[in-house]
T-cell receptor
Framework: AQSVTQPDIHITVSEGASLELRCNYS??????LFWYVQSPGQGLQLLLKYFSGDTLVQGIKGFEAEFKRSQSSFNLRKPSVHWSDAAEYFCAVGARGNTGKLIFGQGTTLQVKP | DAGVIQSPRHEVTEMGQEVTLRCKPISGHNSLFWYRQTMMRGLELLIYFNNNVPIDDSGMPEDRFSAKMPNASFSTLKIQPSEPRDSAVYFCASSHRGDNEKLFFGSGTQLSVL
């Protein structure tokens, strides 16, 4: 079955600390992988995506993610978190040629302490 | 561009009533998606259109749900009759198919069925 698992429902980090949000996927075909961020009352915004090539991808707002095929993971990282990063983060997987039909994880809520 | 526009932002209705949610995709985008977000099930794809044609409606939960896209700049999602378990945030998203590009999400419609 195709699925995306985000093991951490809620994470709290101090401002300036590093961040890693975990994502594991189960997908039959070669996956296209995404991280989206949702601020309260807003729609989702794409942070970054991986289709092929370099397994370390850079996104907006200083985020990066690393695709590890052997671990079926696509973890999101940021070296120094800002208070404005507090939001909900979603990992998603899609198929080649149809990347709008996404399977989303349950999301991880990030709280940032001053 | 104003982005994906959804209306209304909030809808409160009584069980049994008809509800119509509206979406205007980004101009030039030829794919449109309706997603539903609930605490229990997370983000789920309900239906998507390519060039105004419904391609996959396997995510539509019941016959009470229907979606149309009469032209490239407008889509509706209708629930008739509505039930309390339909309460959720409904997102519309659009993309330009073929570019493997990102989804652009609207701000969503918060639906409460009493």
């Amino acid at each position: 079955a195709q699925s995306v698992t985000q093991p951490d429902i809620h994470i709290t980090v101090s401002e300036g600390a590093s961040l890693e949000l975990r994502c594991n996927y189960s997908y039959g075909a070669t996956p296209y992988l995404f991280w989206y961020v949702q601020s309260p009352g807003q729609g989702l915004q794409l942070l970054l995506k991986y289709f092929s090539g370099d397994t370390l991808v850079q996104g907006i707002k200083g985020f990066e993610a690393e695709f590890k095929r052997s671990q079926s993971s696509f973890n999101l990282r940021k070296p120094s978190v800002h208070w404005s990063d507090a939001a909900e983060y979603f990992c998603a997987v899609g198929a080649r040629g149809n990347t709008g039909k996404l399977i989303f994880g349950q999301g991880t809520t990030l709280q940032v302490k001053p | 561009d104003a982005g994906v526009i959804q209306s209304p932002r909030h809808e409160v209705t009584e069980m049994g009533q008809e509800v119509t949610l509206r979406c205007k995709p980004i101009s030039g985008h030829n794919s449109l998606f309706w997603y539903r977000q609930t605490m229990m099930r997370g983000l789920e794809l309900l239906i998507y259109f390519n060039n105004n044609v419904p391609i996959d409606d396997s995510g539509m939960p019941e016959d009470r749900f229907s979606a149309k896209m009469p032209n490239a700049s407008f889509s509706t999602l209708k629930i008739q009759p509505s039930e309390p378990r339909d309460s959720a945030v409904y997102f519309c998203a659009s993309s330009h198919r073929g570019d493997n590009e990102k989804l652009f999400f609207g701000s969503g419609t918060q639906l409460s069925v009493l």
